[in-house]
Each structure stands twice: as C-alpha cells, then as structure tokens.
C-alpha cells in the first residue's frame, strides 16, 4: 500500500504523521562544514590581499603590457569576486550566530552577487600570468562555485517549505469565536 505525502505514516507512532523534510540545507550551512567553507573562505581573502599588495605587485611590473593589462584585469575580478564570497560568507554566519533572521539575511542578499565571474582574459594571456595570480584565481572560481551551490540549495529548500501547520487549538478557538460571532 503507497502512502501520499498526507497519508504517510511513522511506523513508531501509530496516528502521527512524519515530521516536516530536515532542510538539509540549512542544517549544512549552520554546520561544522560551513565553518571549514568560512575559514577557507577568509584565509584566502587574506592571503589573496597579502599577495596582491606585496609579491604580486612586483610580479606585474615585470610583466610585457598585454600581461600586465590582463594581471590588473584579473586582480580586479579576483578581488570583486572574493568580496562577494566573503559578504555571503558573513551574511550566512550571523544567521548561525542569531545575529540576522533568514529574512534579514534574504532582503540583505541582493547586494551580493554570486554570478559566475569566470576568467575574462584570453587563455594564453592567462597563461601569462604569474602562476600565484593564476593559483588564487582558479582557488576563488572553486569557492565561489561551492558557495553559489550551498546559496542555491538554501533557497530551494525555503521555497519548498512545507507551510506551518495550524494548531488544532487555534482550530477549535475560531470554530468558537464563528460560532459566537453569528
């Protein structure tokens, strides 16, 4: 015998019906992987900034022009791109922390963008870039496919919600007030 969604059982409990869906979702980015996801998030902003403003700086004055106009146009997409990380990453943990609702958290989303920000140069200027820049670069597009994922996979398990259900007390307390009323 099937069971529909209304009808389906826990077989340790007789009458009850099964609890809503876990929202896997939420349950992973308020998990100890979303701390992993934050600290690699945050040491590769810094290690990124260290990197740009020191060795990497060096790097690009050796570089021919075209090397050198796609090095600043990389660095450029490099750094917007792990802003953009790092603002999701910190909009996620103050909803672990209780610091931001999910709705807080929602309506403060749309200043983050997770668009796909691929490579923008040709491949054999990228080539031509020092192999840090080249490193950090392919390091951030991985994040930042894992975080647009988890982003993704949140929303879809909010969508898909199941409504609240109305308590039968409630129920029974405006079948009173109905009745009373007319």
Same mark, same amino acid.
């Given at each position: 015998m099937g069971y529909t969604d209304e009808t389906r059982r826990d077989p340790s409990t007789a009458d009850a019906p099964l609890a809503a869906?876990?929202? !896997?979702?939420? #349950?992973? /980015? /308020? +998990? $100890?992987?979303?701390t992993a996801l934050f600290k690699e998030g945050m040491d590769?902003? &810094?290690d990124t900034a260290a990197y740009l403003d020191g060795p990497g700086r060096e790097e690009s004055r050796r570089l021919a022009r075209p090397a050198a106009i796609a090095y600043a146009s990389e %660095?450029? #997409?490099?750094?917007? #791109?792990?802003?953009?990380?790092? %603002?999701w990453l910190l909009l996620q943990r103050a909803v672990n922390e209780g610091e931001l609702t999910p709705a807080q /958290?929602?309506?403060?989303?749309? #200043? $983050?963008?997770?668009a796909d920000q691929g490579i923008g140069c040709a491949a054999d200027l990228f080539d031509a870039l020092p192999p840090t820049?080249? &490193? !950090?670069t392919v390091k951030s597009l991985r994040l930042q496919a894992r975080v647009a994922h988890l982003d993704r996979s949140i =929303?879809? =398990?909010?969508? !898909?919600?199941?409504?609240?259900?109305? +308590?039968?007390?409630?129920?029974q307390v405006e079948r009173l007030r109905q009745a009373f009323t007319h």
């Open positions: 869906p876990i929202p !896997f979702a939420r #349950r992973l /980015a /308020a +998990s $100890v992987a979303f590769l902003v &810094e %660095s450029m #997409r490099l750094t917007t #791109r792990l802003m953009q990380v790092a %603002s /958290a929602m309506s403060e989303k749309h #200043r $983050v963008r997770l820049l080249k &490193e !950090f =929303a879809a =398990a909010d969508d !898909f919600a199941p409504p609240p259900r109305a +308590s039968a007390v409630a129920a």
